[in-house]
């Protein structure tokens, strides 16, 4: 009996074995696996708010955009110049002090002494060489400047519109016979294309400025166009809509046509400014309204020129006028064009 007792093992080994257990190499790499994410999850918590993803909803191209451009002061100077040109062109009737075409300082004008009357109370900016008040002449001319510029750029959009459209929706033999039309344009200087077609017409007049500038635009919008709906041809929701079956007229007028246009609106602000300098560069030529009682800024030019060397104010002004206006058109649209477009950004 004594003996049977004498051999029992005692439970305190067993325990020992047990803790000597925890210390076996799995232990030892769980216990470290918890240590170590223990640190990661305190070295997450001290992370700035910088690499956390924002829950506020995204903005649109448009709204990231006008972001862009309300804190860009080239833009904002553009957009100024330009409004200011807009409203003063629709409202230039009722604000200029006088009749542009009526001849108050005539009999202040002498061919020898005086051909050109200087400013005096009321006319601020003198007289031209008929006695017609200059700074109301140049109000008034805004207006037709703006027109000419304007409606220029629409026709020539619209050009651009059909032909582009043309040729990037169809390909094929149409692309090739539009794109070496386009090309024969294009490789003409754009001054030279206008006038020989405004050359062309039997009596000069702003309609024919306005064609004449509109069909030189017509391939630059063209070829725009063109490349942006190659690149839609190619785009997801275009493979996406044919392989649901849609029409090809509804492919390209709901699909194509609409995201290709950003580019070739953006280009058109750049353009018009084109069409101004275009327009009163045809006017100084005399191909522009031959008659002076409309006042344009080309036109005033064209007028001063036998009085250039005594009298330069008589070209300085309309000359600084279109240099301002075509300067405001080029910054509102370099800017736009930069923040719609991700590639031409800095």
Same mark, same amino acid.
């Given at each position: ?58 903005? $649109? %191209?448009?709204?990231? &955009?006008? =972001?862009?451009?309300?804190?860009? +002061?080239?833009? @904002? #100077?553009?957009?100024? /110049? ?93 692309? $090739? %016979?539009?794109?070496? &039309?386009? =090309?024969?344009?294009?490789?003409? +200087?754009?001054? @030279? #294309?206008?006038?020989? /077609? ?30 942006s709906m190659l690149a839609q041809r190619s785009s997801d ?6 392989a649901l079956g849609v029409k090809p007229g509804a492919i ?55 009085? @250039? ?38």
């Amino acid at each position: 009996m004594a003996d049977t007792q004498s051999t029992t093992p005692p439970s305190e080994p067993t325990a020992d074995r047990a803790s000597t257990g925890s210390e076996t190499p799995t232990g030892r790499r769980r216990g470290f696996g918890q240590r170590r994410k223990a640190r990661i999850d305190a070295l997450a918590e001290t992370v700035s708010d910088a690499g956390r993803i924002d829950d506020k909803p995204g903005k $649109s %191209l448009i709204a990231s &955009a006008w =972001d862009r451009l309300r804190r860009n +002061p080239v833009f @904002l #100077l553009g957009a100024t /110049i330009t409004t200011l040109f807009i409203v003063i062109a629709a409202i230039s009737p009722w604000i200029a002090p006088h009749d542009p075409a009526a001849r108050l300082l005539i009999d202040k004008v002498s061919q020898t002494t005086n051909p050109v009357p200087g400013p005096e109370p009321g006319f601020p900016l003198g007289a031209d060489n008929v006695g017609r008040d200059l700074f109301s002449r140049l109000l008034v001319g805004s207006r037709q400047t703006l027109i000419v510029g304007v409606m220029a750029t629409l026709f020539g959009l619209l050009g651009g519109l059909i032909l582009g459209t043309l040729a990037g929706a169809f390909g094929g033999w149409v692309d $090739s %016979l539009v794109m070496r &039309a386009v =090309d024969v344009m294009l490789s003409l +200087p754009s001054l @030279l #294309l206008a006038f020989s /077609i405004a050359a062309m017409a039997a009596r000069p007049s702003q309609w024919t400025v306005i064609i004449a500038i509109a069909i030189v635009e017509i391939p630059i919008f063209a070829r725009l166009l063109r490349g942006s709906m190659l690149a839609q041809r190619s785009s997801d929701h275009v493979l996406a809509a044919r392989a649901l079956g849609v029409k090809p007229g509804a492919i390209v007028f709901r699909h194509m046509l609409p995201n290709s246009l950003g580019p070739v609106i953006v280009q058109s602000t750049l353009v018009l400014a084109t069409a101004i300098i275009d327009a009163a560069a045809l006017s100084f030529l005399g191909l522009g309204n031959p008659d002076d009682r409309k006042p344009e800024w080309g036109q005033m030019l064209g007028q001063s020129q036998q009085y @250039l060397a005594d009298h330069p104010h008589l070209a300085f002004y309309p000359a600084a006028c279109i240099i301002v206006v075509a300067l405001g058109f080029t910054l509102m649209g370099e800017s736009l064009r930069e923040a719609l477009d991700p590639k031409s950004r800095r």
